[in-house]
C-alpha cells in the first residue's frame, strides 16, 4: 500500500494517468499555477527548477514512494545542440538535484521509481531485450545511461531504486498517438523506413500499472521495462492502426525524407529495439491489454 506519493513530470502523459490511481500525492512542478489549471485545484504542487536545484525538501514529509517522471520531451522538434542539453539536463540534473535532497531528509521513502526509456538499448536488430541487456549507442542511449545512475545513487542511502524503461505510451488523448492520428485518419498514414524495425509500445493502463507494481513488489530493483509483451514491427504496427481506423495506410516515409525533416532525431526513429517485459512476466504483472490491435481500438473508438 502506498501512503503518500511524490511525482515528478505529473503533467505529462503517464503522470496524469497514475495521478488518476493514486489516494495520495504531491507533485513538483516548475509552473505550480499551470499545474493546477491543467491537474485540478485539489493538486498539492510545489514549485520546483530540477536542472537548477535541489528539490524542496518539506514536500517529502509523509512520502514513501516517489515516481520521477520529469523530463524534456525528446520527440518535440529537431535536436539542436540547445535541445539535446536541455534533454539531457531535464533528466540527469534533475535526478541528481532530486537524489541530493533525498540523501538529506530525516524519514527516507522506500523506494524510488525513476523513468528511463528503452533508447538505452540503442539500435539492436532482432534480438530479443530484456533487462539484463547491455546499453546501446547513440545520444538517447547515452542519456539514459546517465539518467539511471544519478537514480542509483539513492541506493546508497538505502532506497529501493527502479529503473523504469518506457516504450511508446498508447493513450486515447495524448502522447505519440495522437501526432500519427491525423495523417491515418487522412488515409496517408506509413511505415517510416522500411518497417522493419521493432517498435516497443505500451497502453497506458499498463504503463501506470507497471509503475505500481514496482511501488508494491518488493522483488523489483533495478531496470524494469515497460513494454506490452506482444512485440511489433514499424510495419505491423502501421498496418493495425490502418485496420483500426479503417484507412489505408500504404504509403511509407522514406528514410531520406525522414532525415531532412527530423535530422539527428530521425535515427532514434528507425532504431530497432525488440524489447521484452522480462521483470514483469517474471514477478505475474497481468497485463491488461497485451495485444496491439485491440489496444489501438481502445484509444481511438473503433
Known sequence: MIERALVTGATGLVGRGLLQRLDDAVVLTRDVAASER???????????????EPAPAAAFEGVDVVFHLAGEPVADGRWTEARKRRIN????????????TLSKLAAL?????????????????????REGASKGQGFLSDVCEAWEAEARVAESYGIRVVLARLGLVLAPRGGALARMLPPFRLGIGGKLGDGRQYLPWVHLDDAVGLLLHAAHDERLRGPLNVVAPEAVTNAEFTRAL???LRRPAVLPVPRLALRVVFGELSQALLDSRRVVPGVALETHYEFRHPHLEPALALCVGG
Not at 38 to 46: F, I, N
Not at 89 to 100: E, F, I, K, M, P
Open 38 to 52: 491543467r491537474l485540478g485545484s485539489g493538486v498539492r504542487a510545489w514549485p520546483w527548477q530540477p536542472d537548477r
Open 109 to 129: 521513502p522506500r523506494v524510488l521509481i525513476c523513468a528511463s526509456g528503452v533508447d538505452f538499448y540503442g539500435h539492436r536488430g532482432d534480438a530479443e531485450l
Open 89 to 100: 539536463d531535464s533528466r540527469v540534473l534533475g535526478t541528481r538535484h532530486l537524489v541530493a
Open 242 to 244: 490502418g485496420q483500426v
